[in-house]
């Protein structure tokens, strides 16, 4: 399991930070924080539910973390282990995740695929997100997985859809003369675009289209 307490800073103010699984004790937490996260119109019912959250940590336990800032719950990330091929990667979000309850979690899967990361917004100044992700990536190299991967939304691509191709759009945040919150973020992760997916999730901003965006375990050569 995992555990690792740290500390950031909000200026010059050390806060102390804790990055452990979540049990069934943080699930009302964990609800309340997405509720912060997708506040309406963004529907209710797209939150995490009791059941999908059961499921997190009865498949992958060690996929369901969570932050803690001062000991209030701050954020979570969740995943599963799939198996994938560069070669066929489309896909949608629903598919492979089980649409959050991740009943198809394999084990002996290569890749570690990120379901969803959540920070409650007054904690995004701290940098909560990159940590969690970091953390992440530890679970990757001790399961000695091949890789971290997701599709990152480009919520800013609605403002240029008449003008740009989502790939044109994707190599204006590489190129540094777009910004996009999502791709920008998981970017200074450390993840890396590897193609453009569409139609992988109901998402007007992004126009339905994500970028996957991949994590190498650096200790594994392909």
Known sequence: MYLSQFYVFDGDKPVPLTIRNYT??????????QSECFPPPFPSELWWNKEQLNNHVRYFPEGALCIEVNGEL??????????FDPNHMEHTWEDITDEGY???????????????ISVRPKYRKLGLGKQMMQAMYHVVIQKKLVRLLG?????????????????????????????????????????VPIGIIKDYLDDEESCNYAALMEWKNPFIIE
């Open 24 to 33: 069934q004790e943080d699930f009302d937490q964990l609800v309340q924080i």
């Open 74 to 83: 701050a954020g979570s990330l969740t995943g599963l282990c799939v198996n």
């Open 102 to 116: 991740i009943k198809n979690h394999d084990p002996n899967g290569d890749t570690l695929y990120i379901v969803d």
């Open 151 to 191: 599709g990152g939304r480009m919520p800013g691509y609605h403002k240029v859809v008449n003008t740009m191709t989502p790939d044109q759009y994707l190599q204006g945040v590489l190129a540094g003369n777009l910004k996009d919150p999502v791709i920008t973020f998981l970017l200074r992760c450390g993840r």
